[in-house]
């Protein structure tokens, strides 16, 4: 019981620190260029990116890479919850393993934190699950090297953009000139966000759709049938589980779940991490001209593409 509350304190510090922090950032320094992405600097640092590489992947590293926004803390809690069933930890390993990982200062995306974690993370007991918002050509080499398994996961550019705003806005990783909807979106459709531009990450993961290493996943599909979804996942990954884990997890990884303990697990931020939950808030924001403008940049862009097919864009960004 110790070790549980531990760790999640020791998460929930390190976000309510990094809330505190952003309020010290002058908003034209919230954003710096690295190779040709842009990366928020109250949790990313040029030098740690600049060591990417050294990162060292093993064969049974569980990696989920995903967009910012795209339900990355959803599946990345759903993968936790695979792993601990499948290797029938108990809470309290479980939790041990959650310290161990606060205790080196691993965060939970691969590219946030200093340089050092890289070392770090080699103490870390196997199987890690590591998140990345990372587009292929930026992934350690190591990781396809070693062929570990990873799940990409995407989802529907409007709700990427509406939850990216929200986001974006209340935690202050977008400069002053972003503060509004309408200053975001041309923003978001022109790249000028953190990482680098939507369009551009589903053109370079649909080179990748038949890598038998990578399975690919919407946040709609998981979210229109959550069972399937996991049983799936934890068949690309090879975790052993019973229907009844399944729908343990299904019930413990619900966005109503997730929200009610958010304070407890990510402190202040919780309340930016699970907004909504839906699909299709969209429609509460865009407006007409902006669809118009998404539509055609969609055509324009990936709607041909198999990931851009898989995406479902008729469904989920027009009717
Ligand atoms: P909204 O802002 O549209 O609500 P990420 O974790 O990659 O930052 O993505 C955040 C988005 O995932 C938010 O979308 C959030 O509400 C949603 N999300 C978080 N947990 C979820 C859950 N358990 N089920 C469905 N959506 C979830």
Redesign the pocket.
Known sequence: MLCTIMAQKGLREFLDKKMEEADKIAPQDRLFLHDGGLYPILVCQPETLKMLDTFEARSDDVILV????????????ILVELASASGKYDEEERKQRQQKENELSIRPYLEFGDPGKFERMKTLPSRRIIKTHLIPQKIPKSIFQKKAKMLA?F?NPK?TA??YF??AKGMKLVPDDQQTWEEFFPDFMSGKVPYCLYFDYIIEWNKYMDDKNIMFIT?EE??ENETLGLKKIAEFFGFSVTEQDIQSIVGK???K???EKSLETHGKMGE???????IG?WRNVFSESQNEEMDRKFEETVASTKLGVMLKYELYCKS
């Open positions: 995903g967009y910012p926004k795209t339900g990355t803390n959803w599946v990345g809690q996961l989802r709700d509406v939850s929200h986001f946040y998981l979210k990884t619900s966005f779940a997730m929200k930016s991490l699970f907004r909504k939950g839906i808030d």
